[in-house]
C-alpha cells in the first residue's frame, strides 16, 4: 500500500514535468524558438495566465519558472554558438 502511494506522488510529479520537458523542445527547436520566446513574453506580461499573478507570491511561480527556463536556454545556446564558432576558427587555423 505504501509503494502504492509513492508511485501514485511520483505519478503526479512526472506529470506535471511533461509541459517543462515540452517547452524546452520548442526552445531548442530552431523553427520554434523564436515564435516560443514571443510566446513567453506575451504570457510573462498578461496579468491573467495558470496562475493569476493578482495572487501575490504564488501568482508569480509559473512566471518565475518561464523565465528560469528561458534564460537557461538562452544561455546553453549562446555557449554553444560561442563553442562552435571557437572550433571552427581552430579548426581553420589548424589547415
Do not use: C
Not at 60 to 73: H, K, M, V
Amino acid at each position: 500500500k505504501k509503494m502504492h502511494m509513492f508511485g501514485s506522488i511520483k505519478r503526479f510529479f512526472l506529470s506535471k514535468l511533461q509541459p517543462i520537458s515540452f517547452y524546452k523542445k520548442l526552445l531548442n527547436d530552431p523553427r520554434t524558438r523564436i515564435f516560443t520566446i514571443i510566446f513567453t513574453l506575451i504570457y510573462l506580461v498578461n496579468p491573467f495566465d495558470v496562475i493569476p499573478d493578482f495572487i501575490p507570491v504564488i501568482g508569480w511561480i509559473d512566471d518565475l519558472a518561464l523565465i528560469a527556463i528561458l534564460t537557461e536556454s538562452l544561455i546553453q545556446k549562446n555557449r554553444e554558438k560561442k563553442r562552435s564558432s571557437v572550433d571552427a576558427k581552430s579548426f581553420r587555423s589548424n589547415r
